[in-house]
């Protein structure tokens, strides 16, 4: 999963560091940008962790097969639509929004010193947690173990972030998840 959001962090991390270097007396930003890094990381990695437990639960019970993609057809049709749903909430386009625009983020909620960078990449962690953690629930519908389906899931995600604020992207694809997952459960009726 790390690997997966890393990429998709870049822009704000060149814009910490470039912010870090300005407002730096000294020549010294590595420490603060590596800060802000881990930071991230960590909150990925407690993510990652939990999502492992959810997968190991899913896996015990039969919702989800080996290769970690559904084995239930009803439990995939709900998470698609309440990931549909979602898309459509103002808590995923507040987290959106603070991923999207990395200068305004980090004019916000700037702090000195590596501590401050540390907490900083935290937070932009937490608001990329926010972002995607549902896009994340479709992993158990195309397979963890999938590729092309994660580079799907992985590329969607950067969209999301390069867009502009304010773009209509995340509601249609939450449109499109919704029939999706409509059309998968009445079939199963």
Not at 159 to 187: C, D, H, Y
Request: one cysteine or more; a positive charge; glycine letters at 10%.
């Amino acid at each position: 999963m790390v690997a997966m959001m890393l990429p998709t962090a870049i822009p704000m991390i060149l814009t910490f560091a470039k912010l870090n270097h300005t407002q730096s007396k000294t020549n010294k930003i590595m420490p603060e940008t590596t800060a802000f890094v881990v930071g991230y990381l960590v909150v990925w990695l407690v993510f990652s962790l939990l999502f492992t437990l959810l997968q190991e639960a899913l896996l015990a019970v039969s919702l989800v097969s080996g290769m970690m993609a559904k084995a239930n057809n009803v439990f995939g049709g709900i998470i698609l639509v309440s990931v549909g749903i979602y898309q459509f909430t103002s808590l995923k386009d507040a987290c959106l929004r603070a991923c999207q625009t990395p200068l305004g983020f980090l004019m916000t909620r700037w702090k000195e010193r590596a501590s401050g960078a540390f907490g900083m990449g935290i937070e932009h962690g937490i608001y990329c947690v926010g972002f995607c953690w549902a896009l994340m629930l479709l992993m158990f519908v195309g397979g963890v173990m999938d590729l092309v389906w994660m580079a799907i899931l992985a590329a969607f995600m950067l969209g999301e972030k390069m867009i502009p604020p304010g773009n209509r992207l995340p509601q249609v694809f939450g449109a499109g998840v919704i029939l999706w997952g409509g059309l998968v459960l009445v079939t199963q009726m």
